[in-house]
């Protein structure tokens, strides 16, 4: 199903990588910020450069969250195939040293991706009118854990996906019996 998915939206085109750094504040929780890494297709390689044209170009959205003590550098891999294809790739840098909080990390990558449909609707924001709807919540290891467990966090997700994920308290697993949206999981022996 998911290659389905990809497959109706990976553009012809092939894209360069513009990247920017955005720290999102959930007020709900206490003004938490959430620092995230993003990259996105454009017309030239470089950090703030322009949204690929033309300006009325939509992407979807992936929200990534890695693994434990793995740093977001370690998957570049990800936003070097993903993001030439006309994928916006988030990676939210919270709970990255010992014993993160699975809960506020699940939290996290749920806030950022209702934040991608937020900034779809304001004139100020970089984003504006060029994300297409689709948010996919994506994760490895504990992040994976966190992705699954994000879904219950926000309705307006319409696909997970895993890597090698990791069993989290509270529950992946339990959480994983509610999810209706199309997933993929994808495990690995020797991750």
Not at 68 to 85: M, P
Not at 138 to 166: E, S
Request: hydrophobic share 45%; proline share 5%; aromatic share 10%.
């Amino acid at each position: 199903m998911f290659a389905l998915i990809l497959a109706s939206n990976v553009m012809a085109q092939t894209w360069a990588i513009g990247n920017r750094v955005i720290t999102f504040v959930d007020a709900s929780r206490g003004n938490r910020q959430i620092e995230t890494m993003i990259f996105y297709p454009s017309d030239v390689t470089g950090t703030l450069v322009p949204l690929g044209s033309p300006a009325d170009k939509k992407f979807p959205v992936i929200v990534f969250g890695h693994g434990e003590e793995i740093g977001w550098n370690n998957y570049q891999y990800l936003w070097d195939r993903l993001v030439i294809k006309g994928f916006i790739l988030a990676i939210p840098l919270t709970e990255t040293g010992a014993n993160p909080d699975v809960t506020e990390f699940a939290k996290d990558l749920a806030f950022v991706s209702a934040q991608f449909t937020a900034m779809r609707y304001d004139p100020t924001s970089f984003f504006y009118k060029r994300h297409n709807s689709k948010s996919c919540v994506m994760g490895h290891g504990m992040g994976g854990g966190a992705a699954t467990l994000a879904v219950q966090y926000n309705p307006a997700l319409t696909i997970l996906v895993t890597l090698a994920a990791t069993e989290t308290v509270p529950s992946a697993i339990a959480a994983a019996s509610n999810i209706t949206i199309p997933t993929l999981i994808i495990g690995g022996g020797e991750d």
